[in-house]
């Protein structure tokens, strides 16, 4: 796979799953419940506003580097790993669900830094660095949450 493919295939995913995130906070922001609606609705807005921000971000680095950043639901969710929202009812299990998903997005940018950094893309891979810096402190905040 060429350099400017494999970049454009790595940053295509991580703008699909952020996408799918930021639905999927939207979800559990609107529905959470119980004695930790105010941190948790708290939280799952500064979580899909911080999304937002990577979304454009990893897509204007695609555009910047004559990429196709990916722009339809259709497909985020043929493309993306991470998953819907599926009902989750107890805040408990939406913190949970989230915690997963950071656990597959860190793994995921660890490669593609270390990827990235091997096809030459300092720019991209910093950027990203950033990016696994910040799914990083969430995903600790969220098992703190869940007392792990």
């Given amino acids: 796979m060429l350099t400017q493919e494999k970049t454009a295939t790595i940053l295509n995913r991580h703008v699909a799953n952020w996408n799918v995130l930021f639905v999927k906070l939207h979800n559990y922001h609107w529905y959470v419940k119980g004695v930790n609606f105010f941190k948790l609705h708290e939280k799952f807005e500064e979580l899909y506003n911080e999304a937002a921000e990577h979304i454009d971000e990893i897509a204007e680095r695609l ?86």
């Fill in 63 to 148: 555009l910047t580097l004559n990429g196709e950043p990916v722009a339809t639901m259709k497909e985020y969710l043929e493309i993306a790993t991470i998953k819907e929202a599926s009902g989750e009812k107890k805040s408990e299990d939406m913190v949970r669900a989230l915690s997963q998903d950071f656990d597959t997005l860190s793994a995921e940018l660890n490669q593609d830094i270390e990827d990235l950094e091997e096809l030459g893309d300092e720019g991209t891979a910093d950027m990203l660095i950033a990016v696994r810096q910040s799914v990083e402190k969430h995903n600790w905040m969220l098992r703190s949450f869940l007392g792990e």
